[in-house]
């Protein structure tokens, strides 16, 4: 579980493909810091530490995670989102994050306003009864509130610490983002689904 505030930057050093999966092996500042087993967040998405070395770390996307992320665009020398699994002693700074990506969502515009950046997602109509206005999403990882919502589109606010330290200043119109919907949202929608 997480909370979406964005701890590090990671750089992609290495790509390797076997079979359906795909194994990264990624450079940050806190790789030394992981263990063999944790659960991270790589923009959004919880996978699970499989070596660390020398400022390292590697981590392997199944199929599955593959066809649902934007994990599979993925190049050496491209910045991810890191956080590490929420501690159950402190403040929840965002919202309650499972790191397990619903889908993606394409950045149809981008706003300097000169001091904060406004961006528009389009998303699948499928998903509408989960984003609601002034509600919280995860995208790429990074918790953040939703307004301007339609059918199959929202806008986020973006001030300039989250601009300077996440990989959301490399988004522009026409990039693709991991997105998960709020979790009580999910078990809502579900519960009302449900024949009575």
């Not at 579980?1 to 940050?28: D, L, P, Y």
């Not at 993925?74 to 397990?100: A, F, P, S, Y």
């Not at 918790?143 to 522009?172: C, E, G, R, W």
């Amino acid at each position: 579980m997480f909370t979406g505030i964005i701890e590090a930057f990671g750089i992609v050093h290495s790509i390797e493909r076997q079979g359906s999966n795909t194994t990264f092996n990624i450079s940050s500042p806190i790789s030394d810091e992981l263990k063999i087993d944790q659960s991270i967040s790589h923009n959004g998405v919880c996978l699970t530490v499989e070596e660390v070395s020398e400022g390292r770390h590697q981590v392997t996307a199944v199929e599955e995670t593959l066809k649902k992320t934007n994990l599979s665009n993925w190049q050496k020398g491209t910045l991810v989102n890191l956080e590490r699994c929420m501690t159950m002693n402190g403040r929840i700074d965002g919202h309650m994050v499972q790191g397990h990506v619903d889908t993606t969502a394409l950045c149809t515009e981008k706003k300097d306003l000169d001091g904060s950046w406004e961006f528009r997602f389009q998303f699948p109509p499928s998903f509408v009864a989960l984003v609601i206005e002034k509600g919280s999403i995860s995208l790429n990882g990074i918790s953040l509130t939703v307004f301007n919502v339609d059918m199959n589109s929202f806008s986020v606010a973006i001030i300039p610490y989250t601009y300077m330290h996440t990989n959301i200043q490399q988004v522009k119109e026409g990039s693709t983002v991991n997105i998960e919907f709020d979790m009580i949202g999910k078990y809502v929608n579900r519960m009302l689904a449900l024949p009575k």
